[in-house]
DNA sequence: TTAATAAATTTGTCCTACAAATGAAATTAA
DNA sequence: TTAATTTCATTTGTAGGACAAATTTATTAA
């Protein structure tokens, strides 16, 4: 029943593949040929979006959706299952699939693996830290709190003025600001950005290509600069503190 | 063969689920209790991180895996299925699987519905955008070319020092200065984000919460900000630009 | 009317089967 | 012997059947 709206558009969609075992080797396919689970997957989608189906909203069966659809159950399986992962659709055992809010992060997650992500790739995630951490000074000044700050403060205490601090310090300091932003959704994606950040650094560390900074901002003087400064000083402090990743960006 | 060497973790793994179907209903199962698909799936990760596999490694074939794990070949092939939505394998009719290179977005792209993710998702993705574009200074100024600025300048002679342009004409802008951070993923990733932007903030405007802007900054003042500034002069011209969105986060 | 029981529904899992595709092997021709 | 062609074997993609578990719904009993 609920898939009625979007039969005709389904039809379409397969009335060209409906007789496929006899042409699929005579055409010339296009590079992109779809698999049946990825056009079903496809078809899903679209069919959520176009009949404006919300999180709660129940979903035909799997039998009802791989008749009107022409395709065995197994196929429909493997689109669902895709679904599944990224939240999109939950399953009830026995009252069926509804409709679920999506992780926004799950996909990327699953794919952050740095031997398997092109050297491009990586440089992109690179940069994209880099980027973001000079544009969280307006969240972090107008979402400072005095609880916000003493927690901040508590970390960067047990690092002093230390230039050079341990990972786990890296990742607490800069952790606490992405929190601070008040943005759940930046937050997790930082601390998903952030090993590969290291990775790709590393690497290009070990390649010999150092440089000395002269006045080097420590995590205790962005605390400080948070707590006192404006938010263009901060983001000044934080080129500073990331001035040996910039180098890496412009050539030098 | 290839398997062998994580075989043992994965028996270890899966033992506990060897007589399942006399157990699964009398021990208290913990919340994230999983599908034969989301384990097989997480087996598979790991193992292509535990092994070191990279692009263009074979991949033992379907039934081999699922003899090897003891599952039936459809928990496989919903794993795999998932795994090839990534990107993260390809199969290439008859020569098996292989690894593959991720497509680091597609997982995010799939998901971007805004009906079905919550406005808390919805609200970090606004913010994440204004992050973003006041984050990119440095780069834009890294690397701006004279080809680059002269199509820049292409765009906005369209728009003269209009203060209110169509959706396609802030694309457009916008869109040209990702690109010419010349770091592609971040374009795709800020292309994504921008019809979700979008949404959220007309949802918001519909509100009838608006602010006149004194001294609105054009996207002509921005390119000519961008052409003979700095990168913190064009920051703060940015900043203006989107003030009317920043307003919405200050709770004003 | 309420409680207990039976039936029906739907997902998760396993299994079998077979076409298509293609690499490898075998066979044939020069 | 070598080259070309044919045959064979392997692996994925797809279809479809079967059944257990679980839970909603219907039915029956008190």
Redesign the interface.
């Given at each position: 029943m609920l898939l009625i709206s979007a039969v005709n558009a389904i039809l379409r969609q397969l009335s060209a593949n409906q007789s496929m075992s006899e042409v699929k080797h005579n055409t010339l396919e296009p590079l992109g040929s779809l698999s049946m689970?990825?056009r079903v997957?496809n078809i899903l989608?679209e069919y959520?979006?176009e009949n404006?189906?919300?999180?709660g909203d129940s979903l035909p069966n799997e039998m009802e959706i791989s008749q009107k659809l022409n395709v065995g159950r197994?196929v429909v399986?493997?689109?669902l299952?895709?679904l599944r992962?990224?939240?999109?659709i939950e399953t009830r055992p026995r009252r069926g699939m509804i409709?679920?809010?999506?992780?926004?992060?799950?996909?990327?997650e699953?794919?952050l693996?740095p031997?398997?992500?092109?050297q491009?790739?990586l440089?992109?995630?690179f940069?994209?830290r880099?980027?973001?951490?000079?544009?969280?000074?307006?969240?972090l000044f107008?979402r400072k709190t005095d609880k916000n700050l003493n927690e901040l403060e508590a970390v960067v205490s047990k690092q002093k003025d230390a230039v050079v601090v341990s990972r786990e310090e890296e990742v607490a300091f800069h952790g606490k600001l992405y929190e601070m932003?008040g943005?759940?959704?930046?937050k997790r994606?930082q601390n998903l950005l952030m090993p590969v950040f290291e990775h790709v650094f590393t690497e290009y560390y070990n390649k010999g290509i150092h440089h000395n900074i002269p006045n080097p901002v420590t995590h205790h003087d962005l605390f400080i600069c948070l707590k006192q400064g404006t938010p263009?000083e901060f983001?000044?402090a934080m080129?500073k503190h990331l001035e040996v990743y910039?180098d890496t960006?412009?050539g030098r």
């Open positions: 689970t990825d997957e989608r959520f979006k404006g189906l919300i999180p197994n399986r493997e689109a299952s895709r992962m990224l939240g999109m409709m679920a809010q999506p992780d926004l992060l799950a996909g990327i699953k794919v693996n031997l398997l992500l092109s491009d790739n440089k992109d995630i940069e994209l880099l980027i973001l951490e000079m544009g969280i000074s307006e969240f107008a932003t943005n759940d959704t930046f994606f263009d983001r000044k080129y910039f960006i412009t």
